[in-house]
C-alpha cells in the first residue's frame, strides 16, 4: 500500500480565514478555471476535471486545494457517542481516538492508511464494506459546516444523534465531491466496535451459485456486518466466493455461521486466519490499482455484469468485486480507460474514478450519468458564480410538461 | 385572489375531487397540530401522478399556494393549509408498486400507508424499519416530507436512511428522478436531501424505499424507578455497555398516569418514572445481549423490572407508551407536544429545568422522551378556554426549545418545524446559513408556492388558535410519538 507521506504537494491554505478570502477572490477572477478543495488526495481520481469539460470550446481548468490544515479533533465526547472534527483531520487519527474508547465508524472509511481526510471520505461518497450492517456515511453524518460559493461558511444541521431542522445539507455533501463547497467541520454518530468479528469465506463454485447463496444469506435474520462478492483469484484462486464478517463473540459467531452452512447447502465454509482476513479486507476495503473505479448498481445487475465484461480487459488483467452485497462494483486494472467507459455507457452505469492511471484522459465521471435536476439546482443556490468544478450529468430526462 | 380563479384548476378534476365546500375546507384545516389551523380555498384530491403534476404546474403559473398532506398526522402543523391556496390530499395514491425481495427494496406511491409496506414486504420475511407512532395512517410522503422517525430509529435511522430514491414534482412543476435502487450512489444525495425538506421544496410522487430483514426475536423490558434521573442514568449505562438497543423510552409519573387511565397498561405501581428497553436481532445474538442488559439494569436502583414473555405482553407495553400523549386528553383538555433534541449527557439537567421552568410559568407538564438520541416530548398541558392560556404554553413550549439550542441541541428531532418552531428557527441556524436555505428553495420552487409560510421565521402564514384533540387521536387510532 503506498504511504501517506507519498500525497501529491498541493496548496494548502493556512486558516479558514485564508479559505474565505481564497473563494471571495476566486468570483472575481477568471470563470474559465475551477476551485477543487482536496483532502489527503488519497483518492486522486476523484478530483480531475471531467472530458466533457476539458473538451469545450472554453477550455476550462481546475485548482486544487487541500483543506488538510483544517484539522484537529474538536469535540470528542465518548459517553455522547458523537465526535465533531475539522474536514482536513486525518481517518487515521480520528479512528485511533476513537478506538481509544472502543468506538468507530462503522461504515469502514476507506483509504485512511493512504492519508484520507475526514472531508475527502464524505465528499466521496464512498462507504466501506461495514455499511452493509450499520448504514453509511449518510446515515452517520449529523452536521456539516462548509464555505459556499459566496465564501459564506454556512453550518447545517446538528451535532445530536437526531435531528430535523432545516434542509439536510450534510446528506446532500455526502458524495459532493468538492463540487458543492468547501467542508470545513463535520459531526458523525458513532458506534461500539463490533466485538471480536471475525471472517469466513463460502467458497461457491460458479457464479450462479454465489448469487443465490448472497441473496438468500441478505435474508436471514442474522448479524452480518460485512458481505462482499469476490470474483476467482481474489480470496480464493479458483471459486466465486462470498467473504463475510460476523461479529463475536465466538460463541454467537458460531451459531450464525453454523446457520449460514445450513443454508448455502454443499458449498464449503470456512474461518480466515487473522492474517488472512486482514489481507483480504485491505484488498477490498481500499481498492487499489493503476486505475480503480468504483460503480453502484444493484444485485440483480450482477450475472449482466459478469457475462458482458469486455473480454480485452479481463485478459489485461483487469479484476473485479462487488461490495456491499452487490450494491456497488469496484474494477481495477491498467491502462486506458476507454473501453470501460463504453462498457458502463453501453449499460446505463455510473463511475467515479478513484486511481485514472498515469496515462487517462478520463475526469472524474465516467459512464452515464443520469441527469439530477435537483444537483443543478442546488448547486446554482450554492455557488452562483461557478467557483466550483461542477458536476456533469448527461441530458435531462425531466419534463416541465408531461405529454398528454 | 377570488376563489372563482380556482375554476382552471377546477376544470382539471371531476367535480368530486375538487372541493371548495366548508365541509371540505373544515375537514383539512390543520394536521395533527390542532392549535394552529387555517381553512384552504380548495382541496384537490388526485389518483395519479400526472394530476398531482397538472395541480402544481396549474399552482405555479397562477401563484397559488399548495400544500401536501397525507394523513395529516404531523405534529408541527407543517400541514396547515394556507388560506389563500389549496391541500394536494395524496391519500389516493396509495398503491404498491413492487417489492423486490432480491434487492430489499419496495416502490411505493406517497400515499401508500407507513404499515402497509411492512405488511406487503412481510412474506419475504422483511419489513421497512421507521415506525412513527402513527404508521397505521400515516404516509410514506408525509414520512419522506418530514424525515419521520419513530421509536425504533435509535437504531435503524430516520425515514432518509431507508428512502433510495423518489419521483418528485419541484415548485415549478419539473418532474424529475433521483437516486437509483442501489445502498450506493454516485454524486451528491439528492434523496437525502430532499428528505425532511418539510414540503418545501417539492412533493415525492412515488419513493423506492430499503427494506430490512424481521428481526427474529425480541425482547422488552419495562423498568421502574423511583425517579427520572434514574432511568436516564440507566440509559447510560446500557449505552456504556455497548448494547445498541432497537429502542429506548422513558416516562415520567405524570405520563404513566396518563397511560395507566386511558389503557390499563399495567406499569408497576408507585413509579416515578419507567424506561423500556428493547433488544432485537437474532435469537443467539439477543440470548447474549439480554444477559448483558439484566446485569446492567441490576445496577441501576430498580424498583421494579418485568419482561415481556410473549408478544401479546411485549405489544401491552408498547401500548402504555405509544397512547400516553393521546391519553393525556384526560388530564387536560389542550396541549402542545414539543421535539426538542439535547445531547444525551444533557437529558438529567434539561428535565429538571423543564420542571422548574414549569413551576415558574405554572403551566404544567408531562414527559416523555426517546431516551436513547436525547429526543424530548414534553407534553405541556392548557386549557384552550381559558383566555392567554394557549399563548402562555406556546411561551413555554418555546422556553424549552431555547433551552436546547442552548445546550448543543436541536429545535426538532422528528416532527419538523412546521408552523410551531419556526420563531425559533433563526436562534437555530445563523444568518449565512438560513439564506443559503432560502436560495436553495428560489432555485427549486420560484414562486414559493409549496408549503409557503412554514419553517422561516419571516414567512407570513395566517392561522388561527383552536384546541382539542385531533379526531382519530380521540378514536385511538394514532397516537403521538
Given at each position: 500500500m503506498t504511504p501517506a507521506s507519498a500525497v501529491p504537494d498541493v496548496e494548502a491554505p493556512e486558516s479558514l480565514r485564508h479559505w474565505t478570502d481564497l473563494i471571495r477572490?476566486?468570483?472575481?477572477?477568471?470563470?474559465?478555471?475551477?476551485?477543487?478543495?482536496?483532502?489527503?488526495?488519497?483518492?486522486?481520481?476523484?478530483?480531475?476535471?471531467?472530458?466533457?469539460?476539458?473538451?469545450?470550446?472554453?477550455?476550462?481548468?481546475?485548482?486544487?486545494?487541500?483543506?488538510?490544515?483544517?484539522?484537529?479533533?474538536?469535540?470528542?465526547?465518548?459517553?455522547?457517542?458523537?465526535?465533531?472534527?475539522?474536514?482536513?483531520?486525518?481517518?487515521?487519527?480520528?479512528?485511533?481516538?476513537?478506538?481509544?474508547?472502543?468506538?468507530?465508524?462503522?461504515?469502514?472509511?476507506?483509504?485512511?492508511?493512504?492519508?484520507?481526510?475526514?472531508?475527502?471520505?464524505?465528499?466521496?461518497?464512498?462507504?466501506?464494506?461495514?455499511?452493509?450492517?450499520?448504514?453509511?456515511?449518510?446515515?452517520?453524518?449529523?452536521?456539516?459546516?462548509?464555505?459556499?460559493?459566496?465564501?459564506?461558511?454556512?453550518?447545517?444541521?446538528?451535532?445530536?444523534?437526531?435531528?430535523?431542522?432545516?434542509?439536510?445539507?450534510p446528506k446532500l455533501m455526502v458524495g459532493s465531491l468538492g463540487r458543492l463547497g468547501v467542508l470545513t467541520r463535520l459531526t458523525f454518530k458513532v458506534f461500539p466496535q463490533s466485538v471480536e468479528p471475525n471472517t469466513w469465506v463460502v467458497r461457491c463454485g460458479d457464479l450462479a451459485s454465489a448469487t443465490l447463496h448472497m441473496q438468500t444469506l441478505t435474508r436471514l435474520p442474522v448479524e452480518l456486518d460485512a458481505i462482499e462478492l469476490c470474483q476467482p483469484g481474489m480470496t480464493d484462486l479458483h471459486d466465486w466466493s462470498i467473504v463475510l464478517r460476523v461479529p463475536g463473540p465466538e460463541a454467537v459467531a458460531e451459531s450464525i455461521m453454523d446457520r449460514v452452512q445450513r443454508n448455502v447447502g454443499e458449498a464449503e465454509v470456512r474461518r480466515l486466519s487473522e492474517d488472512h482476513a486482514e489481507k483480504s479486507w485491505s484488498k477490498l476495503l481500499h481498492v487499489e490499482g493503476e486505475v480503480s473505479v468504483r460503480i453502484p448498481m444493484t444485485p440483480r445487475q450482477i450475472e449482466t455484469v459478469v457475462q458482458t465484461f469486455p473480454s480485452e480487459l479481463t485478459e489485461l488483467g483487469w479484476r473485479m468485486h462487488f461490495g456491499l452485497a452487490g450494491n456497488v462494483l469496484f474494477v481495477t486494472g491498467a491502462g486506458d480507460l476507454q473501453i470501460l467507459n463504453s462498457w458502463l455507457i453501453e449499460h446505463g452505469l455510473a463511475g467515479l474514478l478513484l486511481n485514472a492511471g498515469d496515462a487517462s484522459t478520463h475526469g472524474t465521471q465516467i459512464g452515464m450519468w443520469r441527469h439530477d435536476e435537483v444537483v443543478v439546482r442546488v448547486a446554482k443556490a450554492i455557488d452562483p458564480h461557478r467557483c466550483f468544478a461542477p458536476l456533469l450529468f448527461g441530458e435531462p430526462l425531466h419534463t416541465k410538461r408531461l405529454e398528454a | 385572489m377570488k376563489a372563482s380563479d380556482l375554476t382552471g384548476l377546477a376544470e382539471l378534476f371531476p367535480a368530486d375531487r375538487f372541493r371548495t365546500d366548508p365541509a371540505a375546507q373544515a375537514a383539512f384545516e390543520s394536521d395533527g397540530l390542532l392549535a394552529y389551523t387555517a381553512r384552504p380555498r380548495g382541496v384537490v384530491f388526485p389518483e395519479t401522478a400526472d394530476e398531482v403534476v397538472s395541480a402544481v404546474r396549474w399552482c405555479y403559473e397562477h401563484h397559488v399556494p399548495v400544500v401536501a398532506r397525507g394523513s395529516g398526522t404531523g405534529l408541527s402543523g407543517g400541514a396547515m393549509p394556507h388560506r389563500d391556496g389549496i391541500v394536494i390530499a395524496l391519500?389516493?395514491?396509495?398503491?404498491?408498486?413492487?417489492?423486490?425481495?432480491?434487492?430489499?427494496?419496495?416502490?411505493?406511491?406517497?400515499?401508500?400507508?407507513?404499515?402497509?409496506?411492512?405488511?406487503?414486504?412481510?412474506?419475504?420475511?422483511?419489513?421497512?424499519?421507521?415506525?412513527?407512532?402513527?404508521?397505521?395512517?400515516?404516509?410514506?410522503?408525509?414520512?419522506?416530507?418530514?424525515?419521520?422517525?419513530?421509536?425504533?430509529?435509535?437504531?435503524?435511522?430516520?425515514?432518509?436512511?431507508?428512502?433510495?430514491?423518489?419521483?418528485?414534482?419541484?415548485?415549478?412543476?419539473?418532474?424529475?428522478?433521483?437516486?437509483?435502487?442501489?445502498?450506493?450512489?454516485?454524486?451528491?444525495?439528492?434523496?437525502?436531501?430532499?428528505?425532511?425538506?418539510?414540503?418545501?421544496?417539492?412533493?415525492?410522487?412515488?419513493?423506492?424505499?430499503?427494506?430490512?430483514?424481521?428481526?427474529?426475536?425480541?425482547?422488552?423490558?419495562?423498568?421502574?424507578?423511583?425517579?427520572?434521573?434514574?432511568?436516564?442514568?440507566?440509559?447510560?449505562?446500557?449505552?456504556?455497555?455497548?448494547?445498541?438497543?432497537?429502542?429506548?423510552?422513558?416516562?415520567d409519573a405524570m405520563s404513566i398516569r396518563a397511560a395507566e387511565a386511558a389503557v390499563a397498561c399495567g406499569y408497576p405501581k408507585n413509579a416515578n418514572s419507567v424506561l423500556i428497553v428493547e433488544l432485537e436481532g437474532s435469537a443467539e445474538r439477543v440470548a447474549m445481549e439480554k444477559e448483558i442488559l439484566a446485569e446492567v439494569i441490576a445496577g441501576t436502583q430498580p424498583s421494579a423490572v418485568e419482561i415481556a414473555a410473549n408478544d401479546a405482553e411485549r405489544l401491552a407495553i408498547w401500548k402504555g407508551r405509544k397512547s400516553v400523549f393521546s391519553a393525556a386528553g384526560r388530564l387536560s383538555p389542550d396541549f402542545i407536544v414539543q421535539d426538542g433534541v439535547v445531547p444525551r449527557r444533557c437529558l438529567g439537567e434539561a428535565l429538571e429545568r423543564i420542571e422548574s421552568m414549569s413551576r415558574e410559568c405554572g403551566v404544567p407538564v408531562a414527559n416523555v422522551f426517546h431516551a436513547g438520541d436525547g429526543n424530548l416530548h414534553p407534553l405541556i398541558m392548557y386549557d384552550g378556554k381559558i383566555p392567554g392560556a394557549f399563548d402562555a404554553a406556546n411561551d413555554f413550549a418555546h422556553a424549552i426549545l431555547r433551552l436546547c439550542i442552548e445546550m448543543g441541541g436541536s429545535i426538532t428531532g422528528e416532527h419538523g418545524v412546521g408552523i410551531e418552531k419556526r420563531g425559533v428557527f433563526a436562534e437555530m441556524f445563523d444568518e449565512p446559513t438560513i439564506d443559503l436555505m432560502h436560495r436553495v428553495r428560489a432555485e427549486m420552487d420560484p414562486h414559493e408556492i409549496c408549503n409557503r409560510g412554514k419553517m422561516f421565521p419571516d414567512a407570513e402564514s395566517p392561522a388561527l388558535s383552536t384546541s382539542g384533540l385531533h379526531p382519530l387521536e380521540k378514536a385511538g387510532v394514532i397516537f403521538r410519538e
Open positions: 477572490d476566486w468570483k472575481a477572477s477568471s470563470s474559465s478555471t475551477h476551485l477543487i478543495p482536496v483532502g489527503g488526495c488519497s483518492k486522486p481520481g476523484l478530483s480531475r476535471l471531467n472530458s466533457a469539460e476539458s473538451a469545450a470550446s472554453e477550455p476550462v481548468s481546475t485548482q486544487r486545494y487541500s483543506t488538510r490544515n483544517l484539522s484537529g479533533i474538536l469535540q470528542y465526547d465518548p459517553s455522547e457517542f458523537t465526535i465533531s472534527v475539522a474536514s482536513g483531520t486525518p481517518l487515521e487519527e480520528i479512528m485511533a481516538a476513537l478506538s481509544e474508547n472502543g468506538q468507530t465508524l462503522p461504515f469502514d472509511p476507506p483509504r485512511a492508511p493512504l492519508g484520507a481526510t475526514i472531508g475527502g471520505c464524505v465528499a466521496s461518497g464512498w462507504s466501506g464494506p461495514g455499511r452493509w450492517r450499520y448504514g453509511g456515511l449518510r446515515d452517520f453524518i449529523l452536521a456539516a459546516s462548509f464555505l459556499d460559493g459566496l465564501g459564506n461558511e454556512v453550518h447545517t444541521g446538528a451535532p445530536v444523534v437526531k435531528n430535523a431542522a432545516g434542509f439536510d445539507f | 391519500n389516493r395514491l396509495n398503491r404498491i408498486l413492487h417489492v423486490d425481495p432480491v434487492e430489499r427494496t419496495a416502490t411505493v406511491q406517497c400515499g401508500v400507508v407507513n404499515l402497509a409496506v411492512s405488511q406487503a414486504a412481510r412474506p419475504h420475511g422483511l419489513y421497512f424499519a421507521p415506525d412513527p407512532s402513527s404508521q397505521s395512517v400515516c404516509t410514506i410522503g408525509g414520512n419522506i416530507a418530514f424525515n419521520s422517525g419513530g421509536a425504533h430509529c435509535l437504531k435503524y435511522g430516520m425515514t432518509a436512511g431507508h428512502t433510495l430514491s423518489m419521483d418528485v414534482v419541484l415548485g415549478d412543476g419539473t418532474v424529475t428522478s433521483i437516486g437509483g435502487s442501489s445502498l450506493e450512489h454516485a454524486g451528491p444525495d439528492t434523496t437525502g436531501f430532499l428528505c425532511g425538506n418539510e414540503g418545501m421544496l417539492g412533493i415525492a410522487l412515488q419513493a423506492t424505499l430499503r427494506l430490512l430483514p424481521l428481526p427474529e426475536v425480541f425482547h422488552t423490558v419495562l423498568v421502574g424507578y423511583d425517579d427520572i434521573r434514574a432511568a436516564g442514568n440507566a440509559v447510560g449505562a446500557i449505552i456504556a455497555a455497548n448494547l445498541l438497543p432497537g429502542a429506548m423510552e422513558i416516562m
